[in-house]
């Protein structure tokens, strides 16, 4: 069966560093979605992407985040310069055709651990 | 906030009752949706309800809205200990998927 792929599955890195999560949606998906969840709360919606660009985002998504397809198969979210409380398990969605299907498919998530 | 709050925080239940697990929202919406997520993994779809639909039934999964409320409620029958996971209900305000989760239900299915 189609999946969503995340990598990496963890990730340690220091505060102030660059990090990128990559995520492979099912092939045939044309609406992508990042969101995250910190540990012990709620799933938070970050971003949405259709088209090359992005949908609608949340207040969360500010400029140290951003989002890029490079490559028509791959979908990443870049955090520029982490801060402690950007650790999070980050979770990358993919959905066929938007609000008409509704079903989102959800990958394992990144673990992102921010010294 | 149009989050949903999830009731009861968590549920304990012996393999073959019913667990009933309701959430509550706050804006009016597109649609509902309910998920499954087990410990440190991904989030499962399980069935969507829109506003105009009062009931939904997939297999052993019985989902109610009341927009008047604002409420809805998911029914597990005859639950097995694979049910064991925390469930979500998700409100879409436009239809778009921008989805804003509960706080969740934990469900422990005692063999």
Request: glycine residues 8%; hydrophobic residues 30%; contains cysteine.
């Amino acid at each position: 069966e189609p999946e969503v792929t995340q990598t990496p599955s963890h990730q340690v890195t220091q505060m102030g560093q660059e990090v990128i999560l990559r995520c492979v949606p099912i092939s045939n998906h044309l609406y992508f979605y990042w969101y995250r969840q910190i540990l012990g709360q709620k799933v938070e919606f970050l971003v949405s992407f259709y088209n090359n660009e992005i949908s609608e985002k949340s207040e969360i998504f500010d400029d140290q985040f951003s989002v890029e397809r490079p490559d028509g198969s791959n979908f990443t979210l870049k955090i520029r310069s982490t801060k402690l409380e950007d650790s999070a398990m980050y979770f990358c969605a993919s959905n066929l055709a938007g609000g008409r299907t509704g079903e989102l498919f959800f990958g394992e998530g990144s673990r992102l651990t921010v010294l | 906030s149009q989050q949903g709050e999830e009731d009861p925080q968590a549920l304990s239940i012996q393999e073959g009752e019913n667990a009933t697990m309701n959430c509550s929202y706050k804006t009016s919406i597109n649609n509902l949706q309910w998920y499954r997520q087990n410990s440190g993994r991904g989030l499962v779809h399980l069935i969507l309800i829109r506003s105009n639909e009062r009931e939904k039934h997939s297999g052993r999964l019985r989902v109610t809205l009341d927009t008047s409320k604002k409420s809805s409620s998911l029914l597990i029958t005859a639950s097995r200990a694979a049910d064991t996971a925390s469930y979500f209900c998700a409100t879409d305000i436009s239809g778009a998927n921008n989805l804003f989760f509960g706080t969740g239900t934990r469900l422990t299915v005692i063999p």
